[in-house]
C-alpha cells in the first residue's frame, strides 16, 4: 500500500486538485462462490455468507488496494490510496483531461463514488490526514487541534495513544526524536510511571513544534539535493532540503547500544537514517559524497568534474560536467562557520600549573587521582603522575579538582623540565592501574582465568 510520501513525491509541478472517494468501497468487490465460504457467519437465525468484500476482515484492504490501482492503472496524474482518489494538473486544462479519463473508467468499471465527500478542481485538498495544495504538503489543522486539545497522559497506554498520533505528523517536525526524549524514557519496560513537571515540559514543546509545522516542498527530480544531518546523544535527524525549502524530515531515537556507539559510528548511522536504508551504510555514504556542500559542490563533483548517479531519480542535465569555483575558500568558510558554532556553547580550559591535584580520565567512565608534574611543548598537553606512572595528557581530559586525596598517596618525584623526552613517560592510553575491567556500555568484565589443561601453558 502506498504512502503519503510515495505520492508527494510525484506532485512537483500540480496546481489544480481533485480527490474522489469510493463510496462503501469494500462492498463493490464482488466475490467468487469459492471465496463466500471464508465469510461465513452464524446467526440465530442459520448461516449466512458474504456476497460482497466484507468490513473487518484482515485481507479486506490488501484486496481492495489492488483491485482499485488496477482499475485506473496507467492514467498520469492519477494516485489512488484506498478509496481516496488524487488527481491533479499543471493547469486546469491538464487536470479536466485527467479527469474525465478517470470518471470514463469508472463508468467501465461500474466503480460507484460518493459526490457529498468528493472536491473537485481545488487549489489545496484533503487528503490522507494531510493539506496538499500548489506550495507543497502540510499537515492538517483538524489533526493539529486533535493533538493540542489531548490532556496530559495517565498511564503508558494513553502517552503511546499520543505518541502515535504524534508520530503520524513527525515528518513535519524537525529532530523529533530529541525532542522527545524524556517522555519516551517512559514508555520502556523497566520505567516506573511518574509524570512530572519535565515530560509536562516536553509535551508542550512537542504541540508548540506542531503549530509552527513548515509547509514541505514537494520534491523536484530536476533540482539538486542536499541531505542535513545530525545526531546527538539521544537520537538522529535527517532533513532533505531543495532551494534551501524543506522536502522532508526524518529522526530516530537510538537503543542502549547505539548510544554507546563512538562519533564515527554515529556519522555512518545517521547517513544511514538519512537514507532510509540501514543495511548498506556504504549506499547511504554514496549519496551523502554526491551531495552539494553549498557553493563548494559535492565531494563526487570536486573529485570527477560531475555528479554521479544515485538512487534519489535525477535528470541528466545535472550529470554534466562541471567544476565549482573557488573552493578551498568556501572549504575554509564552512569550517570557519563550524567553528563558530562550536564555540558558542564551548568553555575555555584553563592552563594548570605543576603540582595541581586533579582527576585523570583513564579508561570509559574512569577518572583517577593525580598530579600535575609539568606542560609539554605541544599545545594543551601535560605530563600528570597517575598510581606512580608518568602519563601524557590532553587537557579536555584532565579536570582540576580541590578534593583532599588520601594520606600517603605516593605521586612520586617530579620530574624536571630537561627531562622532557624522558623514555620512561608512558605514552600508552590506558596503563595498568587496578580498577575493574568494563565493557562499552559499562558491564562489569570479569578476570580471564589461565590456562591450566594445555601441556605448553602449564
Known sequence: MKSINEVAGKLSDAQIFTVLDAGNAFWQVKLSEDSRHYVTFNTPYGRYQFC????????????????????????????????????????????????????KRAKDCNLTLNKAKSKIAQSY????????SAEGLSPDPEKIQAILEMPDPENKQALQRVMGMVNYVGKFIPNLATISTPIRQLLEKDVAWVWDDQHKACLSEIKKALTEAPVLKFYDPGKPVLVSV???????????????????????SLNKAERNYAQIEKEMLRLCLAKHDKRDPYLALLDYRNTPQGDAGSPAQRLMGRRTKTL??????????KLPKNVKTHLKQQQNNQKNHFDQHAKPLLPLKPGDKVRVKIAHRHWDQGEVIRQTKDPRSYIVRVKGVNLRRNRRVIRKTNETFVENYDFGESVPLEQENNPEVNEDPVPQVDHPRTSRSGRRLKAKLPCTTCPSCA
Open 125 to 132: 485538498v484533503k487528503y490522507m490526514g494531510h493539506i496538499i
Open 230 to 252: 545530525d545526531a546527538s546523544q539521544h537520537g538522529m535527524g535527517a532533513c532533505l532540503l531543495q532551494e534551501g525549502h524543506p522536502i522532508a524530515y526524518a529522526s530516530r
Open 312 to 321: 534519489l531519480p535525477t535528470v541528466p542535465s545535472l550529470l554534466k560536467p
Open 52 to 103: 460482497r468484500l466484507p468490513f473487518g476482515i484482515c485481507s479486506a484492504p490488501e484486496v481492495f488496494q489492488k483491485r482499485i490501482s488496477q482499475i485506473f492503472e496507467g492514467i498520469s496524474g492519477v494516485e489512488v490510496i484506498m478509496d481516496d482518489i488524487l488527481i491533479w494538473g499543471k493547469d486546469l486544462a491538464e487536470h479536466n483531461k485527467r479527469l474525465q479519463e478517470v470518471l
